[in-house]
């Protein structure tokens, strides 16, 4: 009786259990595209321009912090930048928020592919 009751509830928390650490590991993307952000208006406060390039952006790169996330970069116009997160190895589960993207254009930025994914 107690082995059932034990499985009945391992079977109900297990997959809340695993959609909170999901919805806990997008703060690796969150942080990752808040430092592309900082830095990106630091490069453009110093050279009129964002930059394409991880190099040029201190405190960046193409892996997020803890590394669930691949980062991009591409520059989608004179004054504005697309940096996405896309999540790796067991993060990639995530069913909602696999990807994350921060749009930025002339400083002003638009979160995607909705706030539900930014934690705060």
Do not use: K
């Amino acid at each position: 009786m107690a082995v059932a009751v034990a499985a009945v509830l391992a079977a109900v928390a297990l997959p809340s259990y695993r959609a909170s650490q999901l919805r806990a590991g997008r703060m690796d993307a969150v942080d990752a595209l808040t430092r592309v952000q900082v830095a990106q208006e630091q490069f453009r406060g110093a050279h009129g321009l964002y930059s394409n390039d991880f190099g040029a952006l201190r405190g960046t790169a193409a892996a997020s912090p803890q590394g669930r996330y691949r980062i991009s970069l591409a520059l989608t116009g004179p004054e504005a930048y697309l940096a996405t997160a896309t999540a790796q190895g067991p993060q990639a589960q995530d069913p909602d928020c696999a990807t994350l993207t921060l749009e930025v254009e002339r400083g002003y930025p638009r979160e995607g592919p909705s706030q539900r994914c930014w934690p705060r």
